[in-house]
């Protein structure tokens, strides 16, 4: 079950530039879900800190793991709420100006309550849903996580209570004394490429000799 609409609230409304924000599911979900990986900022021994890290979604509740030691992921749990951005860099908008420049982003902030997930279970079953964030069926072809990477392993669960997605994309915002000018102006799009996988040579395995998984397969397919 997903809200169709999770702002604007209290922290989430967008104040500079509200005609870039949204705050439908939709966009929102589709930027968390291409975004390889979050930041999560917290408060750790009295000072404001971000860091990034790997997210899964699932319906309107983002998982983050990490060691059980993790000082920032345990500054969350203590408090009880978290903040969590993501960012996908689209390219360069150049306008006419170095003030009008940008760049193409599409962008997303969470607000949410944070709790441990304890039950070995659920546990195994979200981090098996974290492996295929990163790569989609991948799960399917790695071993099974040990009782002891389980126990090791602290997996915390944020409600997506609030949040705010900004987008900026299209043709540069050059204000109307700037066009006539005889410099060169517009959009240069970017995207993310995988390239050739190069195989694990360590251990007695050299992995090169084993067929390229499904996963990796259809990842290079898509890129
Ligand atoms: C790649 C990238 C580069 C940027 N570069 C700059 C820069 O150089 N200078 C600059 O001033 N700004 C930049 N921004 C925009 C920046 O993220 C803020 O939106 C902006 O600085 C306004 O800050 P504020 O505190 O006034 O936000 P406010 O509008 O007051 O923020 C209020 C609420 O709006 C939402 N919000 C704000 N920003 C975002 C966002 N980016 N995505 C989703 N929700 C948001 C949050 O929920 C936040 O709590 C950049 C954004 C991206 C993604």
Redesign the pocket.
């Known amino acids: 079950m997903t809200r169709d609409q999770l702002?604007?609230g209290p922290?989430?409304?967008?104040?500079?530039?509200?005609k870039?924000?949204a705050y439908d599911s939709k966009t929102i979900y589709s930027i968390l879900d291409e975004a390889r990986f979050c930041h999560v900022s917290g408060i750790v021994n009295g000072r404001a800190m971000a860091l990034p890290t790997l997210h899964a979604r699932e319906g309107d509740v983002l998982y983050l793991h990490g060691s059980q030691s993790n000082a920032l992921m345990r500054s969350i749990v203590e408090r009880g709420e978290a903040?969590i951005?993501v960012?996908?860099?689209d390219g360069l908008r150049l306008a006419r100006s170095g003030f009008e420049s940008?760049?193409a982003?599409?962008?997303?902030?969470?607000?949410g309550a944070v709790s441990i997930v304890d039950d070995p279970q659920e546990k195994l079953r979200i981090l098996e849903t974290f492996v295929d964030a990163v790569l989609p069926g991948r799960s399917q072809e790695v071993r099974s996580t040990s009782e002891q990477e389980l126990r090791l392993t602290l997996v915390v669960a944020v409600s997506i209570d609030?949040?705010?997605?900004?987008v900026?994309a299209g043709p540069t915002d050059d204000p109307e004394e700037d066009l006539e000018l005889p410099i060169w102006s517009g959009t240069v799009p970017a995207r993310l490429v995988f390239e050739a996988p190069i195989p694990t040579r360590n251990g007695a395995m050299v992995t090169g000799d084993i067929e390229l998984p499904g996963s990796v397969r259809a990842l290079l397919e898509r890129s």
Request: proline share 6%; charged share 20%; hydrophobic share 40%.
């Open positions: 702002g604007p922290l989430s409304r967008v104040r500079r530039l509200p870039k924000a903040s951005t960012t996908l860099y940008s760049v982003y599409r962008s997303a902030v969470v607000f609030e949040a705010s997605a900004k900026s």
